[in-house]
């Protein structure tokens, strides 16, 4: 086994394709094709069903480990880099959507000017994605909502932001200044998905004031819900910074009593050691939400 076969492996994975695998690694099929097969000898277990280039069950298996091996090295060669006064080396973070809006644009420019040898590969995904995404490997470190039940991974809350109720025009509550969960409750709305953190918070807040909101419909994605609202299809609940700043008169964002703020927070894996790169990008996100929180409405910045 050596690290060649574990890239051609992940390439595979990644790209579900053996031809997509070798140009993405600069080589030629053939050779990601003898790798992954020598692997396979090696292991006496096939990792790549042919029929549809997916992992098998021992693949997944494999590809975990493989991610892990992989990380370290980047992060050894990254930690090398830093004792020649240069930090280098590539990081994948993840990043909710709704935060990745203001935040990435201000992050990859502060990387460039400060550290230009780093390479930020950004995923935008849903919290519960994303912590399937750290788990296994494919991203570093991740901005999500919190809380999450995961012991593998540490958490570290960044910032609270208020929930509002977004409404388009012509819907009853347009002219609303402000609502409470009772008076929400006499309409449908376009949530979160039940089980999501954002929507589980929100659902007991409602429970303890012996009422219970009514979906429209339901969705893990705040930015499509959002879009739903903006596009004329029903009044949703959304994180303060996912409601648009612009299109005044063709929406409005509204206070709701009695109900929490969502928390967001940074979270990585607690198995490994970060890299050096790993360790930049972690210190730059939390400098730039501390920078740029005076100017995103309804935010507050957690003390640390």
């Given at each position: ?30 050779n ?20 549809t280039?997916?992992p098998?069950?021992?693949?997944q ?17 990254s ?9 280098s ?13 203001w935040l990435?644009?201000p ?11 780093v ?9 519960t994605?994303?912590?399937v995404?750290?788990l ?8 999500i ?90 009044a949703?609940?959304?994180p303060?910074?996912?409601?648009a ?7 409005r964002?509204i ?27 972690s ?13 995103v ?8």
């Amino acid at each position: 086994m050596d690290r060649k076969q574990l890239k051609a492996l992940i390439a595979v994975a990644e790209h579900s394709s053996f031809s997509s695998a070798a140009r993405a690694l600069g080589t030629v099929q053939s050779n990601v094709s003898a790798h992954v097969a020598r692997l396979e000898r090696d292991m006496g277990v096939t990792l790549i069903d042919r029929a549809t280039n997916k992992p098998t069950d021992e693949g997944q298996v494999v590809l975990q480990r493989a991610r892990r091996i992989e990380a370290e090295f980047d992060a050894l060669d990254s930690d090398i880099s830093e004792l020649r006064d240069v930090i280098s080396g590539s990081v994948h973070l993840g990043v909710i959507g709704t935060t990745a809006l203001w935040l990435v644009p201000p992050l990859l420019r502060a990387l460039k000017a400060e550290h230009p040898e780093v390479s930020v590969v950004v995923l935008d995904a849903t919290t519960t994605s994303m912590v399937v995404n750290l788990l296994t490997g494919t991203v570093d470190m991740a901005v999500i909502n919190l809380p999450i039940d995961e012991p593998e991974l540490s958490v570290e809350a960044l910032f609270d932001e208020d929930r509002v109720l977004i409404v388009p025009e012509g819907h009853e509550l347009f002219d609303r200044s402000s609502v409470t969960l009772a008076e929400l409750a006499d309409h449908e709305l376009l949530l979160e998905a039940k089980g999501t953190s954002f929507r589980d918070e929100l659902d007991r807040a409602a429970e303890e004031r012996g009422t219970r909101l009514r979906t429209q419909a339901e969705f893990d994605g705040m930015r499509l819900l959002a879009s739903l609202v903006y596009s004329g299809y029903g009044a949703g609940i959304v994180p303060a910074t996912a409601a648009a700043t612009d299109g005044e008169g063709r929406w409005r964002s509204i206070p709701i009593h009695e109900v929490p703020g969502r928390t967001v927070g940074l979270a990585m894996r607690r198995r490994g050691i970060p890299s050096a790169a790993q360790r930049v990008v972690s210190t730059t996100v939390k400098r730039v939400i501390t920078e740029n929180a005076n100017g995103v409405a309804g935010m507050h910045l957690r003390s640390r």
